[in-house]
């Protein structure tokens, strides 16, 4: 179970902590489309397996969805199905996978059900690496062979997975490919007692799979329109139940012979609110704030931004969502202008890839505690902040998508689109603005951060544009202080991955030509410029024969000395390099040494560096950055002396090299 654990969509399922709470039916809403779905579990055609409901952003998939798997988990009933599995993706919040969605799947039936949990048990026996397959090859050993194949589940009823807002899963090729495996799967195997419930929205890519000849006749199509009768009635009956709690909660804010709201601001609230459950969230959460502890004003501002985006008539008509965009706006204008560039790169890093708790986010930006949080103090609305005391576990997590798509999308969010350029980064990670209890493991993984972020873009920046502006990655680099980060060396073994993609972009025209890096000859290097208080860092590759043998260096415990100078394992096999003719494989062991050039330890390579400077003046090294975060960067290859010349070892060196005023 725990190697399955691994694949899963952390928070995507029903009772995750990292959804509660989450969205719901408000009672006696959304009744004709719980119906629609009690009858299509009760009224299966023979090949119709998969519910599909659609409905564009906001009018409530989620919550009914998140109805749905409830009523199955929770019923006895002898006339319902059982409830297997539930997916709830999220593309703000990361839980968007497609590599590990069958995988989930398959832990969440492991929990619940022994016959599967065994079969999973012996799967994983006979081939550990099954689970990092394709998906359709997954989908074939987590969902065809167990139960068509094997016929493993025997229940008299059938089992329930529910897939919700499958538009926010990662690719549309993927949301395509996870259709048909499951549209031909129900029309291979008829008789299989699996049945699906999936919820998108219209996307042109999922609405064209769904009605290709091939699979047309596996799904009931059940549609949930924005602005129906019911749809509407809906979200009336949630906002009245909704303004009562608040006043309940401020019973200090109104009189009790005053009407709050009046039944004019109601009915112009659901007006503007049309069907869309994600606006009316968005309004209760606006108005209810706690930060601002006011509802009644709360409640004008709302008004205010309806008012005024109905006055602009026609221009606002031909996009739904005009009026919830014009809350959106509201919401980021009430942050002060000094404060909103935090704000702005707060947001930027919730919207990428990457799962980073608060706390972690924040070291990364360089903000301290205060500074986070005030930041963020004007988006309690849109946002779930999570308390100092779980900040160090706990994500910043978005409400609902149309939120991210609101600030990616210029036309919308206009001043407030998010881009990457937006976005400076603080990559001095050493020092830590909000201090934590462990702040080794913090540091690291903000070092794991920042080369997820620069490292990937580095090796093949001359071939393809990055994901990031070239301008923007330049003044990243510019920042990175290597010499501080090789502290982190002993710690974290990817270091010296990133380090390789820096030394390859390093020599490249475009690292040259913007000054972040120059080649200067050996020979005129100013010897008195090397600081020798600051740490430098020795970086050993070793190349060995695959039959354990070590020809070129004798290692004693955890410790090896080249050329004199003493390093320590980083870690044990490090990688495999491409067969060749004179070795089948290669392993890699990885060796570093830390420590001020004055340190007695570390004379040996600044020995070695004084003899090369002699030896070999016109060897070019590279010079990293500017000002006090220069380094040298130079690199030694050694080869060992049979015929094929193969390299034994290489050594890095990066030495403090600090400008002078």
Same mark, same amino acid.
């Given at each position: 179970?725990?190697?399955?654990?691994?694949?899963?969509? !952390?928070?995507?399922?029903?009772?995750?902590?990292?959804?509660?709470?989450?969205?719901?039916?408000?009672?006696?809403?959304?009744?004709?489309?719980?119906?629609?779905?009690?009858?299509?579990?009760?009224?299966?055609?023979?090949?119709?397996?998969?519910?599909?409901?659609?409905?564009?952003?906001?009018?409530?998939?989620?919550?009914?969805?998140?109805?749905?798997?409830?009523?199955?988990?929770?019923s006895?009933?002898?006339?319902?199905?059982?409830?297997?599995?539930?997916?709830?993706?999220? !593309?703000?919040?990361?839980?968007?996978?497609?590599?590990?969605?069958?995988?989930?799947?398959?832990?969440?039936?492991?929990?619940?059900?022994?016959?599967?949990?065994?079969?999973?048990a012996?799967?994983?026996?006979?081939?550990?690496?099954?689970l990092?397959?394709?998906?359709?090859?997954?989908?074939?050993?987590?969902?065809?062979?167990?139960?068509?194949?094997?016929?493993?589940?025997?229940?008299?009823?059938?089992?329930?997975?529910?897939? +919700?807002?499958?538009?926010?899963?990662d690719?549309?090729?993927?949301?395509?490919?996870?259709?048909?495996?499951?549209?031909?799967?129900?029309?291979?195997?008829?008789?299989?007692?699996? @049945?699906?419930?999936?919820?998108?929205?219209?996307?042109?890519?999922?609405?064209?799979?769904?009605?290709?000849?091939?699979?047309?006749?596996?799904?009931?199509?059940?549609n949930?329109?924005?602005?129906?009768?019911?749809?509407?009635?809906?979200?009336?009956?949630?906002?009245?139940?909704?303004?009562?709690?608040?006043k309940?909660?401020?019973?200090?804010?109104?009189?009790?012979?005053?009407?709050?709201?009046?039944?004019?601001?109601?009915?112009?609230?659901?007006?503007?609110?049309?069907?869309?459950?994600?606006?009316?969230?968005?309004?209760?959460?606006?108005?209810?704030?706690?930060?601002?502890?006011?509802?009644?004003?709360?409640?004008?501002?709302?008004?205010?931004?309806?008012?005024?985006?109905?006055?602009?008539?026609?221009?606002?008509?031909?996009?739904?969502?005009?009026?919830?965009?014009?809350?959106?706006?509201?919401?980021?204008?009430?942050?002060?202008?000094?404060?909103?560039?935090?704000?702005?790169?707060?947001?930027?890093?919730?919207?990428?890839?990457?799962?980073?708790?608060?706390?972690?986010?924040?070291?990364?930006?360089?903000?301290?505690?205060?500074?986070?949080?005030?930041?963020?103090?004007?988006?309690?609305?849109?946002?779930?902040?999570?308390?100092?005391?779980?900040?160090?576990?706990?994500?910043?997590?978005?409400?609902?998508?149309?939120?991210? +798509?609101?600030?990616?999308?210029?036309?919308?969010?206009?001043?407030?689109?998010?881009?990457?350029?937006?976005?400076?980064?603080? @990559?001095?990670?050493?020092?830590?603005?909000?201090?934590?209890?462990?702040?080794?493991?913090?540091r690291?993984?903000?070092?794991?951060?920042?080369?997820?972020?620069?490292?990937?873009?580095?090796?093949?920046?001359?071939?393809?544009?990055?994901?990031?502006?070239?301008?923007?990655?330049?003044?990243?680099?510019?920042?990175?202080?290597?010499?501080?980060?090789?502290?982190?060396?002993?710690?974290?073994?990817?270091?010296?991955?990133?380090?390789?993609?820096?030394?390859?972009?390093?020599?490249?025209?475009?690292s040259?030509?913007?000054?972040?890096?120059?080649?200067?000859?050996?020979?005129?290097?100013?010897?008195?410029?090397?600081?020798?208080?600051?740490?430098?860092?020795?970086?050993?590759?070793?190349?060995?024969?695959?039959?354990?043998?070590?020809?070129?260096?004798?290692v004693?415990?955890?410790?090896?000395?080249?050329?004199? @100078?003493?390093?320590?394992t980083?870690?044990g096999?490090?990688?495999?390099?491409?067969?060749?003719?004179?070795?089948?494989?290669?392993?890699?062991?990885?060796?570093?040494?830390?420590?001020? @050039?004055?340190?007695?330890?570390?004379?040996?390579?600044?020995? +070695?560096?004084?003899?090369?400077?002699?030896?070999?003046?016109?060897?070019?090294v590279?010079?990293?950055?500017?000002?006090?975060?220069?380094?040298?960067?130079?690199?030694?290859?050694?080869?060992?002396?049979?015929?094929?010349?193969?390299?034994?070892?290489?050594?890095?060196?990066?030495?403090?090299?600090p400008?002078?005023?």
């Open positions: 179970m725990r190697e399955l654990l691994a694949y899963t969509i !952390r928070g995507a399922e029903l009772d995750s902590s990292e959804r509660d709470p989450p969205p719901h039916c408000h009672p006696g809403t959304r009744v004709s489309i719980l119906e629609d779905a009690k009858r299509f579990f009760q009224d299966l055609e023979p090949l119709n397996k998969v519910l599909w409901l659609c409905g564009p952003a906001g009018v409530g998939k989620s919550a009914i969805v998140q109805t749905i798997a409830e009523s199955l988990n929770e006895t009933s002898e006339a319902d199905p059982r409830f297997g599995a539930a997916i709830f993706f999220s !593309r703000p919040n990361r839980r968007d996978n497609p590599k590990h969605i069958f995988t989930t799947i398959a832990y969440q039936l492991s929990v619940r059900y022994p016959f599967y949990r065994q079969y999973i012996a799967g994983l026996a006979n081939d550990p690496l099954f990092d397959k394709s998906m359709s090859e997954q989908f074939k050993r987590l969902i065809v062979q167990p139960f068509a194949d094997q016929r493993l589940y025997r229940g008299q009823k059938p089992l329930v997975i529910l897939l +919700d807002g499958l538009d926010e899963c690719g549309d090729r993927e949301q395509m490919n996870i259709v048909l495996l499951i549209c031909r799967f129900v029309l291979q195997h008829p008789d299989v007692p699996l @049945l699906w419930v999936i919820a998108s929205r219209p996307e042109p890519h999922i609405r064209d799979t769904f009605h290709h000849p091939d699979i047309s006749t596996a799904f009931t199509k059940v949930i329109p924005i602005d129906s009768d019911e749809a509407c009635k809906d979200v009336e009956k949630y906002l009245r139940k909704a303004f009562e709690e608040i309940q909660n401020y019973p200090e804010c109104f009189s009790e012979t005053v009407q709050w709201p009046t039944e004019t601001q109601i009915l112009a609230i659901c007006a503007a609110v049309l069907g869309l459950f994600a606006f009316a969230a968005t309004v209760r959460r606006f108005v209810e704030d706690a930060e601002h502890g006011d509802p009644i004003s709360q409640l004008e501002e709302v008004l205010t931004v309806i008012k005024r985006t109905h006055e602009q008539g026609d221009k606002s008509s031909r996009n739904p969502l005009a009026t919830l965009d014009a809350l959106y706006i509201r919401v980021l204008s009430s942050i002060p202008e000094d404060l909103y560039p935090t704000t702005a790169h707060i947001l930027f890093e919730v919207s990428r890839p990457g799962r980073s708790p608060f706390l972690l986010l924040a070291n990364f930006l360089g903000l301290a505690q205060n500074k986070a949080y005030s930041a963020l103090r004007k988006l309690h609305s849109l946002l779930s902040i999570p308390s100092p005391k779980d900040a160090e576990y706990d994500r910043v997590l978005v409400y609902h998508a149309s939120f991210t +798509d609101f600030v990616r999308d210029s036309n919308r969010s206009g001043r407030y689109c998010m881009t990457a350029c937006d976005s400076e980064f603080d @990559l001095d990670v050493i020092d830590l603005p909000w201090p934590v209890e462990n702040a080794n493991e913090t690291r993984r903000l070092l794991l951060k920042a080369c997820t972020v620069i490292g990937p873009f580095l090796p093949g920046i001359m071939q393809q544009p990055p994901p990031l502006p070239l301008p923007t990655l330049i003044e990243i680099l510019k920042k990175l202080d290597i010499a501080k980060l090789t502290l982190l060396a002993d710690h974290f073994l990817f270091f010296h991955d990133f380090l390789r993609y820096v030394q390859k972009f390093a020599r490249s025209r475009i040259l030509e913007t000054g972040l890096t120059t080649l200067i000859p050996m020979g005129k290097l100013d010897r008195s410029s090397v600081n020798m208080e600051a740490s430098a860092h020795a970086y050993c590759l070793e190349k060995c024969l695959n039959d354990g043998s070590n020809p070129s260096i004798h004693r415990g955890a410790t090896v000395k080249i050329r004199g @100078l003493i390093l320590k980083a870690a096999v490090y990688g495999r390099s491409r067969p060749s003719a004179q070795i089948e494989a290669c392993l890699s062991d990885v060796y570093v040494a830390n420590g001020a @050039l004055n340190e007695e330890r570390m004379c040996p390579l600044l020995t +070695d560096f004084d003899d090369l400077r002699v030896r070999e003046p016109s060897k070019e590279i010079i990293w950055g500017n000002g006090k975060k220069r380094v040298i960067m130079l690199e030694q290859k050694f080869r060992d002396d049979t015929e094929s010349g193969l390299i034994k070892y290489k050594l890095l060196y990066l030495m403090p090299y400008e002078t005023s």
